[in-house]
């Protein structure tokens, strides 16, 4: 016999999509190596093991902060903005670091 629980998990296989993950604002979380050169977001998620995740939290990557590209540089490094600093982050790392988008500010000319 069958029973389901009150937590169902929906299955791709059976063409059902889960909803979006969100984090601390709504939005679709995304990892940081995908925001490009000057664009702002907030900071959602932070995945990995225990040591990562505490490294990170250690350096100032908090829920909730916003964060900025500043550079990518030839090697496998980013140089974000972090509140008023300013830090090389190894794109590894970054993989780690999950973000929402800031959304642009609309401009009527």
């Known amino acids: 016999m069958c029973t389901f629980t ?23 979380l995304m990892p940081l190596t995908l925001l490009g050169i000057g664009e702002k977001a907030t900071i959602s998620q932070l995945t990995g093991d225990l040591a990562l995740r505490l490294r990170l939290t250690e350096l100032g990557f908090s829920l909730g902060k916003g ?25 590894r790392m970054a993989f780690h670091i999950h973000i929402n988008m800031l959304e642009k500010e609309k401009s009527y000319v």
């Not at 009150?6 to 679709?28: C, H, I, M, N, T």
């Not at 964060?67 to 794109?91: M, P, S």
């Open 67 to 91: 964060i900025e590209i500043i550079q990518e540089t030839f090697g496998n490094n980013l140089i974000v903005k972090l509140d008023d600093n300013r830090l090389a982050l190894d794109r």
């Open 6 to 28: 009150d937590k169902y998990v929906p299955s791709p296989l059976r063409g059902e999509l889960a909803p979006p993950k969100v984090g601390v604002s709504e939005g679709v």
